[in-house]
């Protein structure tokens, strides 16, 4: 399935793609997105799909002067889930932020690569991507930040941040910058681990259970994504799904998961300067 979308001058729109399917075996859109001077897109794209499922979705974005575009993926279940975006900041001022999530376990697989174009002076790129890998789960991070010569005061920001729980799941993940510019502001990380013993031994200390220990950090971690979400009624129904599945409690279903007509509350009263 190819979309197209085309941003007018000025013109701002917010957009939710759902992924859910229960019976979905597989999938793949093509979308071609041009945002012209001064438009502004947020883009979600939520998936949560069964083991079986395989989806590909391919992005290609075009973004003229001092656009605003900004991605948030997040994968709460998967078969295999490819999710490709390539960017062109063709326009000074131009500004790209693209965050995602990806909560897997059993043999499920993600992969996110992502392709930005710098190719004019003055545009700002800023990608952050987070995963909790259960059981034998594995994803790929892919991230390719390419400055053109002409392209001077570039700011490029990228970073891949993993937690492996089992020994038998794996995480690939590959941040590259190509740099062709002398006066730009770039930089690129990634950490791999597992939880922090140091901050579970302060919760155990002042009386927190092991199990909701490991929630409550899982849950910090992945609420650095999720707070991107500039739709609070989404962001608030994507932290209940958060948390849910960070207990083990949310599958995808045949009933469209993500417009559950039953969330369960969950509070959690965390102190981030501890973790």
Known sequence: MDNQLILAVNQSREIIEYHDDAHLSSEAMSSEITLNENARLELYVLQNVNDDATIANTYKIKQLANS?????????????????FHVDLDGEGAETEIYGLYLIDKKQHVENRLKINHNVPHCKSNEKFKGILDEEATAVFNGHVYVAPDAQKTDAQQNNSNILLTPTAKINTQPFLEIYADDVKCSHGTSTGQLDQEAMFYMRQRGISKANARILLMYAFAAEISN???NEDLRIHIDD???RRLRGELSSCENCVLRCSHPKEYNFDIDYSKI
Not at 71 to 83: E, K, P, Q, T, W
């Open 68 to 84: 605003r575009l900004k991605v948030v993926v997040i994968s709460f279940n998967s078969g295999d889930i490819r999710n490709s």
């Open 228 to 230: 991107h979400i500039g």
């Open 241 to 243: 799904m958060i948390k």
